[in-house]
């Protein structure tokens, strides 16, 4: 029923506990796709060695060179056709009933709505050190983010839902697939497509630990004076740059599903789209009448000093 979908980039150092805690799972009715984005260490050679111990579970899926980790998901979201995907980080670890716990609020959710509306499910996750000591019980509390602020007008400048804790179903893999070059992470583009689309259920448990190192492409730092004196000292160019892939995002999620989405969603794609082509002060209204905030009042603060 399940496909997941995991990406590896030199990634030797914590794979192997990923994928034991995936084998693990009370809920064993899987598959487990890996593509890796251009390793130099002996990450293929233990993806190897798994698929040979597992061939009915894990499935190598062949690249070519060098990717990103969008566009490693990207290839791996094109190659699954299963009923149901889920995304593994390579350093994380499972919780033994993430897949049960997930796929029953799923089901849950297509009893609530349809199977054929584009439905994501997300959850909270434990903050974990390097050797998995835990430093937070809610990655989302950790951070300050509330999983309930999922609109699309929240999710345009800050996604909330992790792909490492997600479970989407075929109807909006299909309509979001492929992740185009412009998008931020197959995660941000997924949130939006169900956002705009179908629905985001959260479900309020940690299903994983999540480990802090420093070779993390997207880290977690705990929200508090630490965090806004580094996001201050990183300065308004920075941020400048950050906001700038936000409009780039959405601006190509506007092209591909302009005569899909409907009005209120339309003319708030269309108003964010065009926000660097305005005023200071035609950026500060198309702000507050669509209702685009992040999570935080020095976020926010934060992002109005960055565009005005």
Known sequence: MID????????????????????????????????DGGSADNTCQIVAEYCQKYPDKII????????SARENYSALLDATDAPYIMF??????????????TLSEMANAEKSFSS??????????LVADENMHVLSKSFLKYQNLNPLKTSLNYLLV????????????????????PVPATAIMHDHWLALTAAAFGRIIYLGIPTMMYRQHSNNVLGASQYGIKYLMRKALEGKRKGKIRFHHNIVQATAFFARFKGKLDEKNATLLADFSRLEHCSRSERYRTLIKNHIYKNGIC???????ILF
């Open 60 to 67: 190598q899926i062949p690249s070519d060179g060098q990717a």
């Open 158 to 177: 800050q996604n909330i839902p992790s792909g490492c804790t997600m479970l989407i179903n075929r109807a909006l893999a299909d309509l979001a697939r």
């Open 299 to 305: 976020r926010n603060i934060g992002m109005f000093v």
């Open 4 to 35: 997941i979908l995991l990406a590896t980039y030199n990634s030797s150092r914590y794979l192997q506990e990923q994928i034991d805690s995936i084998l693990r799972q009370d809920n064993q009715d899987w598959h487990l796709l890996i593509r």
């Open 116 to 125: 054929t509306l584009p439905l994501l499910v997300f959850t909270d996750k």
């Open 88 to 101: 593994a980080d390579h350093d994380d670890i499972w919780l033994p009933d993430k897949i049960a716990r």
